[in-house]
């Protein structure tokens, strides 16, 4: 079983930063993608973000040059720099962990977080 713990949300002006972290454990043997996704309030899940057991990374479009994923093998944590924060990424943020295979779609991640709250003002 897997699980994986965000952490790292809050409240920030537009045009701030925001560092998330999503601390992963349980069994992910032969490696997962670990991808970041969120939902804003009346809205689809919307994928933003994914890096693959290779360490390749896959965006979004909307969140290029402005979101960075990266992952710490040995702390087993998945991390997702926001830089340049817009109203709009106001949401609730969640990673997921899937199979090698898994890209930007929610419906191929069986592990999910309990999300982490952003929120952007004005």
């Known amino acids: 079983q897997v699980q994986l713990v965000e952490s790292g949300g809050g409240s920030v002006q537009a045009g701030g930063s925001l560092r998330l972290s999503c601390v992963a454990s349980?069994?992910?043997?032969?490696?997962?993608?670990l991808a970041w996704f969120r939902q804003a309030p009346g809205k689809e899940f919307e994928g933003l973000a994914v890096?693959?057991?290779?360490?390749?990374?896959i965006y979004a479009d909307f969140v290029k040059g402005r979101f960075t994923i990266s992952r710490d093998l040995a702390k087993n944590t998945l991390y997702l720099q926001m830089d340049n924060l817009l109203t709009e990424d106001t949401a609730m943020y969640y990673c997921?962990?899937?199979?090698?295979?898994?890209?930007?779609?929610?419906?191929?991640?069986?592990?999910w977080g309990q999300g982490t709250q952003v929120t952007i003002s004005p």
């Open positions: 997921a962990a899937g199979p090698v295979w898994a890209r930007l779609s929610r419906n191929s991640y069986p592990y």
């Open positions: 349980g069994n992910i043997a032969g490696g997962s993608s």
């Open positions: 890096v693959v057991p290779g360490g390749d990374t």
